[in-house]
């Protein structure tokens, strides 16, 4: 952890790229109880900011219906 230390990485980027994995996660759960792609849903809940909308996204949109 000397990186936080010496100021090269800031603790609130550390603690943001943990929190992003953690969305990313649970973007990936929702997709793939609803029916959707849960690889793009990991790849959405990465991205900083997009992260938010993306998990809103995913816990309103519906079920996938079996034609």
Do not use: E, Q, T
Not at 31 to 40: L, V
């Amino acid at each position: 952890m000397d990186f936080l230390r010496d100021g090269s990485v800031h603790a609130g980027m550390l603690f943001y790229a943990v929190f992003s994995i953690g969305i990313s996660v649970v973007c990936f759960l929702l997709a793939k109880d609803k029916g959707r792609n849960p690889y793009i849903a990991v790849v959405l809940g990465l991205i900083p900011g997009l992260n938010y909308l993306a998990i809103a996204y995913y816990i309103g949109v519906s079920k996938l219906g079996k034609v």
